[in-house]
């Protein structure tokens, strides 16, 4: 795939008439065909950006025992510190495989709103575990609330481009259920094992997810039939995907497709901030198109389910 699709968010939200409809129609055939895009536009302050890249390579750099002051303080803890060795991807989909080559940070919504259940208390709404490092939380919560605001931006787009108002999707996306995750995958020296990669082959789980690859340092790749095709990084730009719940609300019209981050021997350390925005714990995802191609299910238990599969 020489031209990777792109899609500028900021061209689409000024044009009208049929330069509008046109943006809309292109971003339908891309959700329809790969599931995955270059978003450029965005409109993201570069200064939120460099803070947070900042923050996440000072948490890294620290010792293990540093880092692990911040660890899930149980088996299921959604939020913290996941070190080496700690999740194999590829698992979700039914696949033993060895444990993926990275490191991570993971941190939850930053407001609890008044209405939620006990359970939603007890999954999404764990507290972040914050690190004893000084900007660190300032940076990260900048990050996610820029991270909101863009996903709500693309829904909207989302919306346009299967022909529904602007705002379908807003009442289901008011109190958002959304994780934030730093990856870190270290330098390879040696070949992996038989069948290990950074990230194994995965689908993601929610509506969609903008990633933040560190420009100019490759290794995600999306399937497209038998194929693995590499996703560029770019500079001043985010990759977005569409996640296994947007797929079942759009009743495979579009598609969450399979991607890894892979590993080889030899190659440099690579850092990326991938954000999943997944709708309201309590909204109602049935077919668009009002088929039976899926039972509906309530966003947060379905996200729940998925999230246990993981584990190592």
Request: include cysteine; glycine fraction near 8%; charge should be negative.
């Amino acid at each position: 795939m020489t031209n990777f699709p792109s899609f500028d968010l900021t061209a689409f939200e000024t044009a009208t008439g049929e330069a509008r409809a046109g943006l809309a129609l292109r971003l339908d055939e891309i959700c329809r065909s790969i599931g995955f895009l270059v978003l450029r536009g965005h409109g993201v302050d570069p200064q939120v950006i460099d803070d947070v890249w900042q923050a996440v390579g000072e948490f890294f750099a620290q010792d293990p025992d540093a880092k692990g002051q911040v660890a899930p303080p149980y088996q299921g803890y959604p939020y913290g510190y996941l070190g080496p060795n700690a999740e194999a991807l590829a698992r979700s989909r039914g696949e033993d495989t060895p444990p993926d080559l990275k490191e991570s940070f993971n941190g939850g919504p930053l407001s609890v709103p008044a209405q939620a259940s006990a359970e939603a208390l007890d999954f999404c709404y764990k507290p972040t575990l914050w690190p004893d490092l000084p900007g660190f939380r300032p940076a990260w919560e900048a990050y996610y609330a820029a991270m909101e605001d863009l996903a709500e931006r693309i829904m909207r787009a989302f919306a346009a481009a299967l022909q529904l108002p602007d705002d379908f999707f807003a009442p289901m996306i008011g109190h958002p259920i959304s994780a934030l995750r730093a990856l870190h995958y270290p330098a390879t020296l040696g070949a992996p094992e038989v069948g290990q990669q950074r990230a194994g082959a995965h689908s993601d789980y929610g509506s969609l997810t903008i990633l933040l690859p560190q420009p100019g340092r490759p290794g995600l790749q999306v399937q497209q039939g038998s194929a693995w095709v590499d996703v560029p990084a770019p500079q001043d730009a985010f990759v977005i995907n569409i996640g296994d719940l947007m797929a079942r609300w759009t009743a495979d019209r579009w598609v969450s497709t399979l991607h890894r981050v892979v590993a080889q021997p030899g190659q440099k350390a690579r850092f990326s901030l991938a954000y999943f925005h997944q709708p309201d714990w309590d909204a109602n995802i049935a077919p668009l198109d009002g088929s039976t191609a899926y039972p509906p299910v309530r966003s947060g238990p379905y996200l729940m389910g998925k999230f246990k599969a993981t584990g190592v």
